[in-house]
């Protein structure tokens, strides 16, 4: 090409390249921010509207969530709730939105991931009385590649509602009634999930929720009004949130409860001042499933439609399935009452977190066949150690297990629990089968051999006692009997309270009749809440408390009863005596008048307090050793102690470390846990456990404003029945 041809045809070869030139938007090497920048300057009212929508697509699984069938999928909606695990079919929803639409913004595909997709691992309260946090983030992010692989961009988890109420069937759902083990633990379900990179290929977008307060609600009703006090917020429901938007959540639900008569998915405190002022999260709140509608039964709006103005201008970006935003929000920015402003503000963070995942470049999923998807080995090897290490020994009288130190021993596994394979998985099982799971009956005879019989004895419930003779029969021909009770999975979850915490009246009839058959007994007990055990623990030798155990919970109690393994979970939540010992969690004030004041008819004190659990070897506690008794504000005391196995087997334990403040401007908790970790130590051998403690983040308390206040005075530090004391000075 001659000098006099490029020069003639350069400004046409200039234009040629603006026209072909990809908006600013598709160009994947742009910053995050200008391509968010760039698509909403392209974007109608409309189509900014919808980015605020969700709505569902596939087959309906959930009693409480029950929604018109989506049929056909408008491309412009943001987000879709994805019942399938098909990525064929959300490849195939997703290309109608990318190349159908104007613009071609992706959909992003949401799904209830909470214990696992496939390879379902025990329920989150179980996995807390493991204290092993590696773990937990470990089964989070073997959850977020099977969903990924499903074509599943965003989960609903975790939960770290902070446990109040046993009766309250969401309890299982979380991590306990200690604030800093649901921010731990929700902060290391949050790396699991979202990996190092939200755009990693296994990688999805974590959700906190429920923002904030619910576990709260009156009497552990669902959806029942909570009286959350400023204090309360700030000392107890907050510091979970705080930790796990700092860990990078991608986005947060906003609950159904009310905070002091304004309801969280409506006020603006909680979601605009502290959430995204003072905490800086840029990414986006959803409500929950009708929770903007919920706002006139709640009675602070009149109508729809003014339920939607306070939703969105308190700061909830998204509308879950209630579609309130589709139909009142264009009308409401028309009027004016909705700034562009405040439009624009909730779409960036939508985009923002589309963009962040990786959606505009790769918005499709790799269709691998289920095999490669599912129940890979390891995934499955990880679900078995998580329910060992979630099982509490709550009770081993004269040392009943571990069962079979060699010998051969006849067991008699009786019980509705013993094959209810569905009981293991628990609530919110995702696309777990039942089919995958090891029963107990499975898992003990897979362990014990032939000499393993079987009896179910009754039902979950009824009064149907025809079984009771076999099981009487079965059990007096065995040398021990593994008596199998608890909760269908039902009975715990949305939606699931119990007014009472006893197992039901025929499981209770029944371990009283297989006890008359004399033989010991090692009560295995199932369940999404603590139980009311005070009637059937006295008529067993040992007691294991196996939770909601998940696909290998068969096999894991088999390691657990024969010794395989050695118990090392500790209660993460409370055991009451009894539905009317509610609220019974171990962080209380103390009485006005302590030791007095308590029921007349029941025996004060938990049945099983937090971190009550047994272990085959004995570890002995040396004293807590302090490098210093006084600490300024700005320095630290590093404290340790010491622990000997002094048993014959290898065992892991955890040191709970908690702090009390005895005299403090706002009155503290008698104790709080600060810190916490999980040890193996050989038999015989000895283990230095320590902690620093830094007196901002360990010694400071909130205010009913959150504003954290340093007090100077004396310190309790506890470890087991040690204590050792010191002394903030200015
Ligand atoms: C309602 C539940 O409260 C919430 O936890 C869940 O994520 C949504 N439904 C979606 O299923």
Redesign the pocket.
């Known amino acids: 090409m001659n000098k006099f041809l490029i020069t003639a045809l350069f400004p046409a070869l200039l234009l040629a390249c603006a026209v072909d030139a990809p908006p600013v938007y598709k160009e994947r090497d742009a910053p995050i921010e200008a391509r968010v920048e760039d698509l909403l300057a392209r974007m109608t009212v409309e189509e900014k509207v919808m980015q605020t929508v969700q709505r569902t697509y596939g087959k309906n699984m959930?009693p409480?969530?029950v929604e018109r069938e989506t049929r056909a999928v408008d491309p412009l909606t943001g987000s879709l709730?994805y019942r399938s695990p098909s990525p064929a079919y959300r490849n195939r929803v997703q290309r109608e939105a990318v190349e159908r639409s104007r613009l071609g913004i992706p959909l992003l595909f949401g799904f209830?991931v909470i214990h696992g997709f496939r390879v379902i691992f025990p329920v989150p309260l179980a996995q807390s009385c493991s204290w092993n946090v590696d773990l937990v983030r470990a089964s989070c992010a073997v959850a977020a590649r099977e969903a990924k692989l499903s074509g599943v961009d965003w989960t609903?988890s975790p939960?770290i509602d902070v446990a109040r109420d046993a009766r309250w069937g969401r309890v299982v759902?979380g991590y306990g009634e200690d604030p800093h083990a649901n921010a731990v633990y929700g902060a290391a379900a949050v790396r699991g999930y979202q990996g190092d990179d939200l755009a990693g290929d296994h990688s999805i977008a974590a959700c906190l929720?429920?923002y904030v307060g619910y576990s709260l609600s009156d009497g552990g009703r669902d959806y029942h009004y909570s009286d959350v006090s400023p204090q309360a917020l700030w000392e107890t429901f907050m510091p979970p949130y705080e930790a796990g938007v700092r860990a990078g959540a991608a986005t947060v639900?906003s609950a159904?409860n009310d905070i002091s008569g304004v309801p969280a998915s409506a006020n603006p405190y909680t979601l605009t001042t502290v959430l995204k002022q003072r905490w800086g999260h840029d990414g986006f709140v959803v409500s929950?499933?009708g929770s903007i509608q919920n706002l006139v039964p709640q009675g602070v709006a009149a109508d729809e439609r003014e339920a939607c103005l306070q939703a969105f201008t308190a700061g909830v970006e998204m509308d879950?399935v209630d579609d309130i935003y589709a139909r009142h929000l264009p009308a409401l920015v028309e009027e004016g009452r909705v700034s562009i402003a405040r439009l624009d503000e909730a779409v960036r963070r939508v985009l923002r977190v589309k963009f962040r995942l990786g959606l505009f470049d790769r918005p499709y999923v790799e269709e691998l066949p289920d095999d490669e998807r599912f129940l890979r080995p390891g995934d499955v090897a990880l679900a078995r150690r998580l329910a060992v290490e979630s099982m509490v020994l709550l009770e081993n009288k004269d040392d009943l297990l571990p069962l079979a130190a060699g010998a051969a021993r006849r067991l008699a596994v009786i019980g509705p629990l013993a094959r209810d394979s569905v009981a293991l998985l628990g609530s919110w099982a995702g696309h777990g089968e039942a089919s995958d799971a090891c029963s107990l009956l499975d898992g003990l005879r897979a362990r014990f051999g032939g000499e393993v019989t079987h009896a179910r004895g009754c039902d979950h419930d009824g009064e149907d006692t025809t079984g009771f003779a076999a099981a009487r029969r079965v059990a007096s021909r065995a040398d021990v009997v593994v008596l199998c009770l608890g909760e269908r999975a039902a009975w715990s979850g949305?939606n699931a309270s119990r007014a009472s915490l006893a197992l039901p009246a025929i499981q209770e009839r029944l371990a009283a009749e297989v006890r008359r058959a004399g033989k010991p007994v090692v009560l295995v007990v199932s369940a999404g809440r603590p139980l009311d055990l005070a009637r059937v623990a006295p008529l067993a030798g040992a007691v294991v408390m196996i939770w909601q155990p998940g696909i290998e919970g068969g096999r894991a109690l088999a390691d657990i009863l024969s010794g395989d393994e050695n118990p090392s979970g500790r209660l993460s939540i409370t055991f009451p005596r009894g539905a009317a010992q509610q609220p019974a969690y171990y962080n209380q004030r103390q009485p006005a008048r302590p030791g007095s004041g308590g029921y007349q008819d029941l025996p004060a004190g938990p049945l099983y307090p937090f971190a009550h659990g047994l272990s085959y070897t004995r570890y002995e506690y040396g004293e807590i050793a302090l490098s210093s008794d006084r600490v300024t504000r700005d320095g630290t005391i590093t404290a340790s102690v010491e622990v000997r196995n002094a048993g014959d087997r290898p065992g892991d334990e955890t040191v709970f470390w908690f702090v009390s403040d005895p005299v403090a401007s706002i009155s503290r908790p008698v104790k709080e846990l600060k810190h916490f970790e999980k040890r193996g130590i050989p038999a015989g051998g000895t283990r230095r456990y320590t902690f620093e403690i830094v007196p901002s983040r360990d010694l400071s308390f909130p205010g009913p404003d959150g504003l954290r206040r340093l007090e100077p005075g004396v310190f309790h530090l506890r470890v087991k029945d040690r204590v050792a004391t010191f002394s903030l000075v200015d």
Do not use: G
Request: no cysteine; glycine share 0%; net charge negative.
């Open positions: 959930n409480n969530n709730i209830d609903f939960m759902e929720k429920h639900m159904f929950d499933w879950m949305e």
